[in-house]
């Protein structure tokens, strides 16, 4: 599990075919990388990866099939800048929301709208997405946990703090990127619960 509290930015240092999926470089940059171990989980733009290999300054991850389908990680440029957030500890504050780093879908960057000193960022995302997306509830976008401001039909806004901004990827990221969202893990459940309630659909 992950918080959306981004805690370094790295860079996409390499990418490695693998007979039909990658294997990714990923250059650590300002993430605390203190004591890593085989095996630990990393969010990288969102995405849970598991580390299979480590140096001082970096780490290799593979990304299946099924993870290139549905997030961007297939799509980044060498040298991209990523959001990277160690997985939570028992003992850790949990400043953002519970996130898993189980992408549910892209979204797409539609505007960047100053707003006193922060920005207001709208994000367009499909039906099956915003029927989770609340306002005033939270969403993870590449990896960082949102409070949503509004929400319709087409998508979402949030409201970036100058900090958020200066210390994630965002400071790299423009209207028309396409960007990882994970939708909160308690409208999922509320969901299954409902529909479990409800029983089978009539004959």
Do not use: K, M, Y
């Given at each position: 599990m992950f918080?959306?509290?981004?805690?370094?930015?790295?860079?996409l240092a390499g990418r490695m075919p693998r007979d039909g999926?990658?294997?990714?470089?990923?250059?650590t940059g300002s993430l605390p990388f203190e004591?890593?171990?085989?095996?630990?989980?990393i969010a990288v733009n969102g995405v849970c990866l598991t580390v299979i290999a480590f140096d001082a300054e970096r780490f290799h991850a593979d990304a299946s099939t099924e993870t290139l389908a549905l997030t961007t990680l297939?799509?980044?440029?060498?040298?991209?800048?990523?959001?990277?957030e160690r997985a939570l500890r028992a003992d850790d504050r949990l400043g953002?929301?519970?996130?898993?780093g189980h992408v549910d879908g892209l979204g797409r960057v539609e505007?960047?709208?100053?707003?006193?000193?922060?920005?207001?960022?709208?994000?367009?995302?499909?039906?099956?997405?915003l029927r989770y997306v609340a306002k005033k509830g939270s969403i993870c976008v590449d990896g960082v946990s949102l409070t949503v401001n509004a929400v319709d039909a087409d998508g979402f806004e949030v409201a970036l703090i100058p900090h958020t901004v200066a210390h994630t990827a965002f400071a790299?990221?423009?209207v028309g990127d396409a960007?990882?969202?994970?939708?909160?893990?308690?409208?999922?459940y509320v969901e299954r619960l409902l529909a479990d309630r409800a029983g089978p659909p009539a004959a």
């Open positions: 918080t959306g509290i981004v805690t370094g930015v790295g860079r999926d990658l294997r990714l470089e990923i250059a004591a890593p171990q085989l095996g630990e989980s297939g799509a980044l440029a060498d040298g991209a800048p990523v959001n990277l953002g929301h519970l996130v898993s505007a960047i709208v100053p707003d006193a000193r922060a920005q207001r960022w709208r994000f367009s995302a499909a039906p099956a997405l790299a990221t423009g960007v990882n969202l994970e939708v909160d893990l308690v409208a999922r």
